[in-house]
């Protein structure tokens, strides 16, 4: 074998290493993420109980969802997830603008805002259970103390759904806290003395030369919280499981609940796909609002 042979191959070689490192994982997103969908969006055009044959529906499923009052309370309430949950970003950077001091003991407040990105949703659903009880709950023994009357959040229909959602934040204002307070950091300080010498303090600071520096920390904490709005499920299953009278439902929920409890799969499959084409909408139009923002 010559040296020109040699040479190609060590070319090819290197050339196909990324292949090799890739081929792995590609092969695992392909069986268990990429085959899935498609497998849903098949299930959708059918009626099957998960048992047996499936027979060809057609559209029958999507004109049926489209029609179902259930269906319409769980996209308000999904659009309400979306919304509310922006709120933990803002929260988590004020947050991480306050504890991103040396003063005495900021380590401890730090261990204590991160707590609650620790602990299981499972566990928060049940801590904020209990502290919403009309009864025996922390947030009935501070009205009473105000001589007012407790309200039953998770039993009242018109907010349910927003007891939930404040369940929610606790944990993710916690996650992006941590992603700023990296980002932080990373922060140049010559930029900062610049902006000093330049008269800029306050929100002007912030604005024009902490934020831009944050980007990376920011497009990170705003993309896992809309993604994980629009996926919301746990704390509905613990908290209200879709009550009261499926007030607080949103698509992740009923389409657990019409495939696995109502035995509909195509029917959920149909809710899978409208939730999908809805989450890749959301995130494409963000990464193409920051894309345009970079340029």
Known sequence: MNNTTKDRLHRLQFELAPIYFLAPAMILFTIFVIYPIFQSFWISFHNWSGFGEMSWAGLDNYKTLFKDPKFHISILNTV???VFSLLAPVAGLILALFLNQSVRGIRTMK???FFPFVINLVVIGLIFSWFYNPDLGLLAEIFKVFHLEPIPVLANDQIATYGVIFASLWPQTAYCMIL????????NSQVIEAGRIDGAQG????????????????F???T???IGSLRSFDLIAIMTAGGPWGSTNVLSYMMYDESLFNFKMGYGASIAVILFVLMSGVIAAYLR?????EK
């Not at 700023?180 to 922060?187: D, H, M, Q, R």
């Open 111 to 113: 261990s204590l805002f």
């Open 180 to 187: 700023f307070l990296t980002g932080l950091t990373a922060v």
């Open 224 to 226: 896992v919280t809309i």
């Open 289 to 293: 609002f920051v894309l345009k923002g």
């Open 220 to 222: 990170i904490a705003v």
């Open 80 to 82: 309400k997830w979306f």
């Open 203 to 218: 929100m002007a600071m912030l604005w024009h030369v902490v934020l831009p520096q944050l980007s990376g920390a920011t």
